[in-house]
T-cell receptor
Framework: AQTVTQSQPEMSVQEAETVTLSCTYD???????LFWYKQPPSRQMILVIR??????QNATENRFSVNFQKAAKSFSLKISDSQLGDAAMYFC????????????FGTGTRLTIIP | DTAVSQTPKYLVTQMGNDKSIKCEQN?????MYWYKQDSKKFLKIMFS???????INETVPNRFSPKSPDKAHLNLHINSLELGDSAVYFC?????????????FGEGSWLTVV
């Protein structure tokens, strides 16, 4: 079974600075997807970024980028120029690329932005 | 327009009652899910339906019964509610082979059992 581990329950960063959230996963599959979801206090689950395991290039979405290390099974999220609106729980998630497989989530990292 | 919508958003009810949460998606997806987020914010799959067929059932008590009248709807009925059922329930959908199999979530239904 796949597992996803987020070892940082809480992180904080000064506004406008850069922060990196860690995620590791365990799988025996070679073809899969990795995701970061953001959950603000409203509880909405918002997709931040997606990475296909077969792609070596790291995904980027504006101020959000990932460092995907397939051999190390590591998938960290970097947030540049942090803004107050980035404050939220961030969940790392894994999904196999076949069938209609479920998302397996990590336990989340609560990110606080310090003005 | 909301892509995945669920009702009600908030629900407070007494132990022993039966309640339903409805979900609809207008994304044309073929697969829908129910996830549960407990008080510690841990998210776990409960059920998944593909084209109205149950494909994932993750050791959920049989007091929980999903129903999919068509591929755009997946409702969750809960019988004999218990205190431990208090959680946020998320409906979600995806399309096989599309957009990296990304799963899109509704806004959640916050159930409190008293």
């Amino acid at each position: 079974a796949q597992t996803v581990t987020q070892s940082q329950p809480e992180m904080s960063v000064q506004e406008a600075e850069t922060v990196t959230l860690s995620c590791t996963y365990d799988t025996s599959e070679s073809d899969y997807y990795l995701f970061w979801y953001k959950q603000p206090p409203s509880r909405q689950m918002i997709l931040v970024i997606r990475q296909e395991a077969y792609k070596q290039q790291n995904a980027t979405e504006n101020r959000f980028s990932v460092n995907f290390q397939k051999a190390a099974k590591s998938f960290s999220l970097k947030i540049s120029d942090s803004q107050l609106g980035d404050a939220a729980m961030y969940f790392c998630a894994y999904r196999n690329n076949f069938g209609n497989e479920k998302l397996t989530f990590g336990t989340g990292t609560r990110l606080t932005i310090i003005p | 327009d909301t892509a995945v919508s669920q009702t009600p958003k908030y629900l407070v009810t007494q132990m022993g009652n039966d309640k339903s949460i409805k979900c609809e998606q207008n994304l044309g997806h073929d697969t829908m899910y129910w996830y549960k987020q407990d008080s510690k914010k841990f998210l776990k799959i409960m059920f998944s339906y593909n084209n109205k067929e149950l494909i994932i059932n993750e050791t959920v008590p049989n007091r929980f019964s999903p129903k999919s009248p068509d591929k755009a709807h997946l409702n969750l009925h809960i019988n004999s509610l218990e205190l431990g059922d208090s959680a946020v329930y998320f409906c979600a959908s995806s399309q096989r082979g599309s957009s990296g199999n990304t799963i899109y979530f509704g806004e959640g239904s916050w159930l409190t059992v008293v």
